[in-house]
C-alpha cells in the first residue's frame, strides 16, 4: 500500500472516532488514538520516491513498457508453430526441347551423273557405282547422336560463296545449293541420317587447265501468269581464281551450323578438297 492510502485509513478512523464519541467514548477514543498513532506514524517516517511509486504503478498498469525489445522481437521472429510450415516447393524448369545436332561428316571428291525423272526430266543428282573417276566436290553433313535427345529437322538449305586465294569473295554465290540422291530438295535429317551437298563439279577437259568448274544450284520459275513454274537445275560457272568455298547451312532462314570454309586443291594433276575451317567441333 502506498503512502496516501494510509493517509485515508488514518483520517477514517478519526472521522469513525468521532462518530461513536457520543454513543461510546471508549471506542471513540481507541478510533481517535489509532489514527493519531498512524498520521505520528507518518510523520516520522522516511518517505519514499514518488517518482520511483509513479514508475511502478504505470509498470503494473502498462506492462508491455517493461517488456524487452530483444524478447519481442523473438517472439515474433518464432511464433508457435511457425517452424512446422512447409516451404513453398519451386516449380520445376520446363524440359529443354531437343535440338538437331548437324556436324560435319566429311569431304572428297566423288563421281556424280544427272539424275532423271520419269519424263526425262532433271532431277537432280545421284552417286554412281563406278568412283573410279571422280568429278564433283562434295561434302557430307551428319545429324549426330549425342547425350540426350536429338531433334529432327527438315528443310536445310545450302548456300555458297566463292572466294580468291585472299579469301575475297567473288560473284555472287549460290543462293540454294543441289543435295545429291534428293531431287532438287532441301535436305532433311533424322537421327544418323547423313546427306551430301555438292560444291563444285568439273566438266570437259583433260587436265585441271582445260576443265571447266561449276557449282550446280536449284532454280525455281515463275508462271506466266505469277504461278509456280518448277524447279530446274542451272550451272554456276566458276571463275578460274577460285581457290575456296565457303559453305553455310540454314533452315528456316537462321544458320543450322557455322559456317565451314573449304580450300579445292590440285595434286599430280588432280583436282581435291579439304576442309580449312570448322567451328563446329
Not at 96 to 109: D, G, V
Request: hydrophobic share 35%; proline share 6%.
Amino acid at each position: 500500500m502506498s503512502r496516501s492510502d494510509f493517509w485515508s485509513i488514518a483520517a477514517t478512523l478519526i472521522v469513525a472516532g468521532l462518530g461513536y464519541f457520543v454513543s461510546a467514548k471508549v471506542t471513540a477514543y481507541t478510533c481517535i488514538g489509532l489514527g493519531v498513532v498512524i498520521i505520528l506514524s507518518l510523520l516520522f517516517t522516511h518517505k519514499k520516491s514518488e517518482p520511483v511509486s509513479s514508475y511502478n504503478a504505470t509498470q503494473t498498469a502498462n506492462p508491455q513498457m517493461t517488456a524487452n525489445p530483444q524478447m519481442n522481437q523473438h517472439i515474433s521472429l518464432h511464433l508457435p508453430g511457425s517452424e512446422k510450415q512447409e516451404k513453398p516447393i519451386p516449380p520445376r524448369p520446363a524440359k529443354p526441347k531437343p535440338q538437331h545436332n548437324l556436324k560435319f561428316h566429311s569431304c572428297k571428291m566423288a563421281r556424280i551423273t544427272d539424275n532423271m525423272g520419269p519424263r526425262g526430266e532433271m532431277s537432280g543428282f545421284r552417286f554412281t557405282e563406278d568412283q573410279s573417276s571422280p568429278n564433283a566436290a562434295v561434302v557430307f553433313i551428319k545429324n549426330k547422336s549425342k547425350e540426350g535427345e536429338v531433334a529432327y529437322i527438315d528443310d536445310v538449305r545450302a548456300a555458297l560463296i566463292f572466294k580468291d586465294s585472299n579469301r575475297k569473295e567473288i560473284g555472287q554465290g549460290v543462293h540454294q545449293a543441289c543435295w545429291v540422291d534428293n531431287h532438287l530438295k532441301n535436305a532433311s535429317f533424322a537421327l544418323e541420317e547423313t546427306k551430301c551437298v555438292i560444291l563444285v563439279v568439273i566438266q570437259n577437259g583433260t587436265t585441271v587447265g582445260d576443265q571447266q568448274f561449276t557449282s550446280p544450284y536449284v532454280k525455281e520459275h515463275i508462271g506466266s501468269y505469277g504461278n509456280y513454274g518448277g524447279l530446274s537445275v542451272e550451272p554456276y560457272y566458276l571463275d578460274n581464281n577460285v581457290d575456296f568455298v565457303e559453305l553455310i547451312l540454314l533452315a528456316r532462314g537462321n544458320r543450322v551450323m557455322e559456317p565451314m570454309i573449304f580450300e579445292l586443291t590440285v595434286a599430280d594433276n588432280k583436282p581435291g578438297i579439304r576442309l580449312v575451317s570448322d567451328d563446329e567441333e
